[in-house]
């Protein structure tokens, strides 16, 4: 939200309040408070009717610094809030002296000067990171009498912000104006599924604003050389995260709102859905099965999408008795071929739907304020929505898809939950404001939480839409609703890459595309991109995804690439494990692996899956592709070319090819199972080492099916020749290949 007209003055209508100096501070053992009014002191009465902000500096973990900026304090708590992972045992130092005020947390310090004007500076180890300065802080009011609190973080030269959800505009925010609002706007304008007011920088720190409400940010698109962040009301918090590294900053990050769950190996297999508005029965479904199995195209799970209920009952969780007489066995059937199934549900509930009467009756559907249940039409006719801050409407909720987990259902598709109404009243009193985008988090978590208790850790996966901060607990993520176009392939990726800068550990899309019938050659370039992310679904909207309803063609590629991820597994459950004890995702933007590398700052059309496969899509009608290769040889995994960086580098690929490079030294663990997901990922492994240097040693992990590691193998190259040995686990069976 901008304020200003330029950079002197204020809009029509607004006033604003400025700290003008520190008056005084007040030192505690884990916290420190500043009392700056709004003009210098120069005597007595300069104290009279004269409004002060109160700001408090605190440490919720190492390397994290909390700050709390205040006009007013005495407004009813805020609900809901972000549920954060506090460590309250963590060393915190409060040091005051007569020229600075200073809280270090680990090598995280901010600074805050007590003579002359408002000025606050965030250091890592000595390190200058930002800055408010005196121009930074402000409380606005409009001519409505609405305040809103900013703050303003300087930007240096050259750095570049990244992050803020799912968004699928430029990679960079720079120069962007960003609001943290959920909606369902598609995947082509600034509108967002999944919001979350947290940014990272390239100088190495990342800042969290704490409120799940509207956040404005003017990302150098007010004042060009800072960040500005803005919410309604008396308070603004943000939390500044400490590096040097974004790998550093996201650990913190994660570690604060939430690492994200450990997702099934099954999961990353291929999912194959029904679409959304197609004609679907049991036969059709079953002849898609069929279908894949007689072209050798390896199927992990089966998807059915909204149809599966009644019309006009959605949600009623109940099958249609006509397209699905039989829906026990049908499950049963499907399980027996090794498949796991999915259905698709969301948290509105349908006037028509046997459900409605019972919600509305037991309370447990979000009421308008005159205690009426809210409903509209806009997607189901009369629909109401779920209340899940009632703990017994969350039950309720839960008991429906109880009875299809009984079934045999393995997991769910989360759509919908960012239409959510702020002309309402909740049952825990939460603010309607702050619910809208943190309705997600509650209804991801009621699911998630399900099939965890009935599944067992590391055994839970839902398809979300929506999300909000912490979201990254309850995976997986898709992009949305996106066109079915190189352009939509493009923006969808950027999204991905937005999340992946915001804490979110694994992320997927629908390959083809949603909405229309891509041109063959569209769906052939998306198939490799969709089975080099890390989770892989054919869905559309009115047309089915099976590949022979493009070409013969689009079969063998659908079967070249599923395969290839199916034989990466060792290496893709080790970046998994990572994500999900770190906090670093799975799909990397190349600034997250390559700070350093001024290059890596901006590319948006590639990425580093795990630490060391860069993926460049081929998102163009005659397989040109441009990508760039940091510093170091880099080999292709598909036809061991070499090529070396840094550069830019400008390709042509075949359908059944893209970019598909390994960094230098690194070691790619192969399987020996391509047709399923689930398989003992240590035997019989073939080691591919990429151009290793002579004299050097390197360690590999090979993952066990607990999320644990089966075994450890060090390899050497003396003189030409690699030499390996079992450190620790068990391999009896293994290879190894360098490849130079």
């Not at 400490?242 to 900053?249: C, E, I, L, Q």
């Not at 759509?415 to 209804?443: C, K």
Request: charged content about 25%.
């Amino acid at each position: 939200m901008k304020f200003s007209d330029g950079y002197w003055q204020l809009r029509d209508g607004l006033t604003r309040l400025r700290p003008a100096e520190v008056e005084s501070v007040q030192a505690g053992e884990r916290e420190l408070t500043v009392f700056a009014p709004a003009k210098r002191i120069e005597r007595r009465g300069d104290t009279l009717n004269q409004p002060m902000f109160t700001v408090t500096f605190s440490s919720p973990s190492r390397g994290v610094i909390g700050v709390r900026i205040a006009h007013h304090l005495g407004g009813l708590p805020a609900r809901p809030s972000y549920q954060l992972n506090v460590d309250d045992d963590h060393p915190v130092k409060v040091d005051v002296d007569a020229a600075e005020a200073r809280l270090t947390s680990g090598e995280l310090s901010v600074v805050v000067a007590l003579e002359g004007p408002w000025d606050v500076r965030f250091e890592q180890d000595g390190r200058p990171l930002t800055n408010s300065g005196a121009r930074s802080v402000g409380l606005v009011t409009d001519a409505d009498g609405k305040h809103y609190v900013h703050e303003q973080l300087a930007l240096g030269v050259g750095e570049t912000i990244y992050g803020l959800g799912e968004r699928f505009g430029a990679f960079v925010k720079n120069g962007q104006v960003v609001d943290s609002w959920n909606a369902d706007g598609g995947t082509s304008s600034e509108q967002a599924y999944k919001n979350v007011p947290f940014y990272l920088s390239s100088k190495g720190y990342g800042v969290l604003v704490d409120s799940p409400a509207r956040v404005s940010f003017e990302v150098g698109s007010e004042v060009t050389s800072r960040n500005q962040f803005s919410v309604e009301g008396q308070e603004l918090g943000y939390y500044v995260f400490a590096g040097p590294t974004p790998k550093d900053v996201l650990r913190r990050y994660t570690a604060l709102t939430g690492r994200p769950a450990r997702v099934p190996a099954w999961s990353m297999g291929l999912w194959l859905s029904t679409s959304f508005t197609t004609d679907y029965t049991e036969e059709t479904t079953s002849g898609f099965v069929d279908g894949m199995a007689e072209r050798d195209l390896p199927l992990s799970v089966f998807h059915f999408d909204c149809f599966w209920m009644r019309q006009f009952h959605w949600c009623d969780f109940l099958w249609d008795p006509v397209a699905f007489p039989d829906p026990e066995g049908m499950v049963r059937r499907l399980k027996d071929r090794g498949l796991r199934v999915s259905l698709w549900i969301n948290p509105y509930i349908a006037q028509r739907s046997v459900l409605f009467e019972e919600g509305r009756r037991l309370g447990y559907l979000v009421k308008r304020p005159d205690g009426s249940v809210w409903q509209w039409d806009m997607w189901q006719a009369g629909m109401a929505i779920v209340d899940f801050t009632n703990p017994d409407a969350t039950a309720w909720f839960r008991s429906k898809l109880q009875a299809l987990v009984d079934l045999g259902v393995d997991c769910f598709k989360t759509d919908f939950g960012e239409r959510i109404p702020t002309d309402v009243v909740w049952y825990d009193g939460s603010d309607p404001e702050r619910m809208h985008n943190y309705y997600a988090q509650l209804y991801n978590a009621a699911v998630f939480g399900l099939l965890e208790e009935n599944r067992g850790e590391g055994d839970a996966v839902l398809f979300a839409r929506s999300a909000t901060a912490g979201g990254q607990q309850f995976p997986v993520h898709w992009g949305g609703d996106c066109e079915s176009t190189f352009e939509a392939m493009a923006e969808s990726l950027r999204g991905g890459l937005s999340l992946a800068a915001s804490g979110f550990g694994y992320w997927s899309h629908d390959i083809g595309g949603f909405e229309g019938l891509p041109d063959p050659a569209i769906f052939k370039r998306w198939v490799a991109f969709g089975l080099l992310s890390s989770h892989s679904r054919l869905h559309g909207s009115s047309s089915y995804r099976v590949p022979w309803a493009f070409d013969e063609e689009a079969v063998d590629v659908l079967r070249k690439f599923t395969k290839l991820k199916l034989s990466l597994m060792p290496y893709l459950m080790t970046a998994a494990a990572e994500a999900h004890q770190d906090g670093v995702p799975m799909m990397r933007p190349m600034v997250v692996e390559f700070p350093d590398d001024p290059a890596a700052a901006y590319p948006d059309r590639q990425y580093m899956l795990g630490p060391d496969l860069l993926v460049a899509p081929v998102m163009s009608f005659d397989g040109e592709v441009s990508f760039y290769l940091p510093r170091g040889r880099w080999t292709s995994l598909l036809t061991e070319e070499v090529l070396s960086g840094p550069g830019w580098v400008q390709q042509t690929h075949g359908f059944d090819s893209l970019p598909f490079f390994v960094r230098e030294g690194a070691v790619i663990p192969v399987g020996a199972v391509d047709d399923r997901p689930e398989y003992d990922w240590a035997n019989g492994v073939e080691l591919r080492w990429f151009a290793p240097s002579d004299g050097q040693t390197t360690v590999v992990e090979l993952p066990d099916a607990d999320g644990g590691v089966a075994a450890v193998i060090e390899l050497t190259l003396r003189d030409g020749e690699a030499g390996s040995r079992v450190v620790q686990g068990v391999c009896e069976r293994y290879t190894v290949r360098t490849i130079s």
